[in-house]
């Protein structure tokens, strides 16, 4: 592959007309403020290489989930830092994540949860336009992952207008 070409992050579902998954995906993206169903598919790959690296550490040690733990300790570690995992699950509760897991660690749904917005478009917008910091850091993009640790560290800009309690764009009843 040469520099400059793109490539895509994602899959496309293999049918493209299927009423119940098309449903399926409009309700998730409507729930999560996604801009469309690439987003979606996109938290779909990543799930499915999640699911295909757990599949692959259990295999090479012939199904031994201890033995498989071990050799997957940073994976595990990974995907506990990330909050995809809790503290005390192992590599098969990879296998029976969904979706949602994955889309509930972007910042957009993460600020929407903590309160900083009222919906999670508008959660989406704060952060596209600058408004929300991470660690004392602007993020702008939506779908960065937090990670646990980050958690709590995720507020107004300082220098945002939005940062004043009575700014009109701010939920009732925020902080």
Known sequence: MTLGQNTKLY??????????????ESGLTGRYGLTNKEELWKAQSELRDYRREARRLLGESQGD??????????????????GI???????????????TD????????????????S??????QFIV??????SDSRVTIPSYTVTTSEEDTIEFDEN??????LHPARAEGQE
């Open 160 to 165: 945002s207008p939005l940062a004043d309690d």
């Open 119 to 124: 919906t999670p478009t508008q959660a989406r």
């Open 11 to 24: 899959e496309t579902p293999n049918h493209p007309y299927q009423g119940e998954r098309i449903a399926e």
């Open 65 to 82: 989930a201890e033995a498989a733990a071990e050799a997957g300790e940073e994976f595990l570690a990974s995907l506990k830092r990330k």
């Open 85 to 99: 995992l809790g503290e005390n699950d192992s590599l098969d509760d990879i296998l029976s994540l969904d979706v």
């Open 129 to 134: 336009h600058g408004h929300v910091v991470v």
């Open 102 to 117: 994955v889309l509930e660690r972007r910042l957009q749904t993460v600020a929407y949860r903590k309160g900083l917005a």
